[in-house]
Each structure stands twice: as structure tokens, then as C-alpha cells.
T-cell receptor, first 107, second 112 residues
Framework: EDQVTQSPEALRLQEGESSSLNCSYTVSGLRGLFWYRQDPGKGPEFLFTLYSAGEEKEKERLKATLTKKESFLHITAPKPEDSATYLCAVLEGKLIFGQGTTLQVKP | DGGITQSPKYLFRKEGQNVTLSCEQNLNHDAMYWYRQDPGQGLRLIYYSQIVNDFQKGDIAEGYSVSREKKESFPLTVTSAQKNPTAFYLC???????????FGDGTRLSIL
């Protein structure tokens, strides 16, 4: 069965403390991997698309990377406004979502 | 600004009642989707539509119905047959191909 697993489920960081979120997947024909940010009571906001192993995308303090079996979302020197749930989704026919990582950044 | 509008933001359903959630997009996207989000679970696909007047069941379609009479609109009806309707419902749209889906801000449905 195709699966997308995100870890950790929750992450607490101090402002400025860099870290990474993991998204591992087991699908046979990856057509794309997407990262989203979701704030409480809101819909997911699109961040990045990655299509092939070795690809990297950056936006402000966020950098997404992709290998054949997993993707990382690196957060460099996070700020409190980066606090949110980060969702990973894999496209293989349909979009398969992970359960998300809830990030809290304390000042 | 282009985007996806979901209404209402909050909705309450009585026993035996059908309720309809609205989703409108002005992004000129052909494809539209409905997801359900429950605490601790990933988004689950209810229904999707790739073109007007056509739609397909997703993973959890039982107890739900949809229509796609206009490109801009994809309403979801939660019927009385859905025994556990309390959830956060998200509508999304996309262009064809391996492109990202863009989401509205959701409707939270609760039972009275």
C-alpha cells in the first residue's frame, strides 16, 4: 500500500535553532512531491514542488530536498511566525498526504 | 485576487439532515477536489472532478455527493447516510498534469 510518513509528529524549537522535517514515502511511480504549510483553522498553503531525486527548492528560511525515498524540509534560523503544521503529499495517480509535523518556534 | 472560496466557515448538521458545502474558484482550473481532515490523520479524498459534468469517487465517498455543473463550482453534500460527518472539509483545485493543488480555507462541520 502506498504510504507517506512524516516525522517527527511535533517539533519545538527555540528561535534561531535550525532543524529538519522528514517525509518518507513508499510509492511505485512518483510524479511529484509537494510541501504545504497549514495554519490552525486554515487550508494548506502551497510551498514547494519537487519532481526528481536531487532536486532542491528554497524560499526564505525553508529549503526542500528530495531523494528516491524521502524528502526533507530544512528550516534555517526559524522565527515564531514559522510555527505551523507542515504537510507533505506525494502524487501517484492521486495525492497522498502524510499526517503532518506541527512546528512550534518559541521566541 | 484569484483563489478558492469555501462557505460557510462553520456549519452545524441536525440528525437526518443533508447539508451542502460550497466551493467556488476563479483560478480557471479544470480539476477540483474535496478532502476531509480529521485530527491526527492526513487529508483523505472524498470526490474529485477533472472536467465539467464529470466526477469520480475518492477513497471515502460513502455518505457524500457532488455535482459539477460549472467549471467554477464544485459543491459537496453531506447526506444523512454519513454517520460520522464531524470534520474539517477542504476544497482544492489544480490545472491538469503533475501540478500542485491549491486549497480553500475550509468548512468545519459539527453535529447538533
Amino acid at each position: 500500500e502506498d504510504q507517506v510518513t512524516q516525522s517527527p509528529e511535533a517539533l519545538r524549537l527555540q528561535e534561531g535553532e535550525s532543524s529538519s522535517l522528514n517525509c518518507s514515502y513508499t510509492v511505485s511511480g512518483l510524479r511529484g512531491l509537494f510541501w504545504y504549510r497549514q495554519d490552525p483553522g486554515k487550508g494548506p498553503e502551497f510551498l514547494f514542488t519537487l519532481y526528481s531525486a536531487g532536486e532542491e527548492k528554497e524560499k526564505e528560511r525553508l529549503k526542500a530536498t528530495l531523494t528516491k525515498k524521502e524528502s526533507f524540509l530544512h528550516i534555517t534560523a526559524p522565527k515564531p511566525e514559522d510555527s505551523a503544521t507542515y504537510l507533505c503529499a506525494v502524487l501517484e495517480g492521486k495525492l497522498i498526504f502524510g499526517q503532518g509535523t506541527t512546528l512550534q518556534v518559541k521566541p | 485576487d484569484g483563489g478558492i472560496t469555501q462557505s460557510p466557515k462553520y456549519l452545524f448538521r441536525k440528525e437526518g439532515q443533508n447539508v451542502t458545502l460550497s466551493c467556488e474558484q476563479n483560478l480557471n482550473h479544470d480539476a477540483m477536489y474535496w478532502y476531509r481532515q480529521d485530527p491526527g490523520q492526513g487529508l483523505r479524498l472524498i470526490y474529485y472532478s477533472q472536467i465539467v459534468n464529470d466526477f469520480q469517487k475518492g477513497d471515502i465517498a460513502e455518505g457524500y455527493s457532488v455535482s459539477r455543473e460549472k467549471k467554477e463550482s464544485f459543491p459537496l453534500t453531506v447526506t444523512s447516510a454519513q454517520k460520522n460527518p464531524t470534520a474539517f472539509y477542504l476544497c482544492a483545485s489544480s490545472i491538469p498534469g503533475n501540478q500542485p493543488q491549491h486549497f480553500g480555507d475550509g468548512t468545519r462541520l459539527s453535529i447538533l
